[in-house]
């Protein structure tokens, strides 16, 4: 699907949150690996300050 987007012109983002048991195809196409729950957390923590200004 999200290569569906991007062959729009719509930016897109692929991020994958690394473990022992992720897929390495998953972190191969992955954009971005953050480190786990806590790293995804983190991530999105980070991106709702952003975008609350």
């Given at each position: 699907?999200?290569?569906?987007?991007?062959a729009?012109?719509?930016?897109?983002?692929?991020v994958?949150?690394?473990?022992?048991?992720?897929?390495?195809?998953?972190?191969?196409?992955?954009?971005?690996?953050?480190?786990?729950?806590?790293?995804?957390?983190?991530?999105?923590?980070?991106?709702?300050?952003?975008?609350?200004?």
């Open positions: 699907a999200l290569d569906r987007l991007a729009t012109g719509i930016h897109t983002v692929r994958a949150v690394g473990s022992d048991e992720a897929p390495v195809e998953l972190m191969e196409r992955a954009d971005w690996v953050v480190d786990g729950p806590v790293g995804a957390l983190a991530l999105l923590e980070a991106l709702a300050s952003e975008a609350a200004g």
